[in-house]
């Protein structure tokens, strides 16, 4: 294998490819990069087992070939050599880079052991912009649960009907956000990995372009912008989120999403470090005041607000709430409760295509 690249352009689709090297694993081969020459030009494959990502490389390709380099190593070894032109090569001491006037050398493993990848999923397509699909992922997965407890809670429900809704939870909140789809073959759910969606949204160009997701036994394939991503779903059964979201409320207030969110920041920063992590919303017809308690200090707010139904007090996780009002858009926000220990629901006061649920904390002073 032989040839030569823009030291840039290899730097970063190394970056992007080296987010599907395992980390921490028993298989070393799963912690490289396939680097496969051919007459079409190089491409750069790596996988966790779970996640796959694929990035095309435009090089002049003098001999064909295919080798496997540390994905870390190379990653970080090409990020340093950005303004070269480089030589790539194998040779009897592993893979050569030659730059400059200098030559330098890199361990690999065999080609034939890197697991054989299904590139070529496509029984079931589906249509979107770009813009929206990276609107609709980057609202709902930061709900995604973050341990192994209950798996398939670590993704993001996306069902496929006449728009695509996107639910994700992870047993103290959830978001629900919906999306236009442009076209589709098909109907039906799927259950993907929250970080699958995190890397397909980073590497998505920002422009109004579409994006095609194929399905197909249990995997999901994007292409585009030279780069494919392909993933593993999660197979069982998601919460139904009928089950969770209250259709029925006794106290609706409407306020500022911008000053609720600020005195929220204000009250969250003398919590830091505090496990509970919580603020409270004192809820009358005279507004909304803001409290937290913590060793560092107090934080008490009033916020001017539209109130409807019950007073109340009731108290939650800030950062929850938080996340949920920086998802929201419009300048005013509306939120449901059903007294100070069910779950709340917020959503913008005009546009209904996100809706978020938080659970509250029982306030032991």
Known sequence: MKFICDGLTLSEAVMKVSKACAVRTTAP??????????????SLLATDGELSIRKE????????????????????????????????????????????????????????????????????????????????????????????????????LMHFDRDLEVVALDGYRLALSRAEIVSKSAEGSIVVPART???????????????????????????????????????GDFIKKENVIPTFFTTTVT??????????????????????????????QSGVRVTSVSDYGNVAEVIPASVEGKDLSISMNAKFLLEALKALEEEEVVINFNGPVSPFVLQNKEEKTSLYLILPVRNAS
Do not use: H, W
Not at 261 to 282: F, P, Q, W, Y
């Open 255 to 284: 306020l500022s999403r911008a000053e609720l969110a600020a005195s929220a920041e204000r009250a969250n920063i003398l919590n830091r470090g505090d496990k509970n992590n919580l603020v409270t919303l004192d809820i009358s």
């Open 57 to 156: 490389l435009s090089a002049e390709v003098m001999e064909e070939g295919e080798i496997c380099v540390p994905g870390k190593l190379f990653a970080d070894f090409s990020s340093k050599l950005t303004g070269e032109e480089i030589a790539i090569a194998t040779g009897e001491k592993g893979v050569e880079l030659k730059y400059r006037d200098s030559v330098s050398y890199m361990q690999v493993l065999p080609a034939e052991d890197f697991p054989n990848i299904n590139l070529e999923i496509g029984e079931n397509s589906f249509v979107m912009k770009r813009s929206e699909f990276k609107r609709i992922v980057s609202r709902t997965v930061f709900c995604c649960a973050q341990d192994d407890s209950r798996p398939i809670l670590k993704g993001c």
């Open 197 to 235: 969606l995190t890397e397909l949204v980073r590497s998505l160009s920002d422009d109004e372009g579409e994006i095609i997701l194929f399905t197909q036994g249990g995997m999901l394939l994007v292409s585009g912008d030279g780069m494919t991503i392909v993933s593993r779903l999660y197979q």
């Open 29 to 42: 081969i799963l912690e490289c990069i396939l680097v496969r020459a051919t007459v079409d030009g190089v």
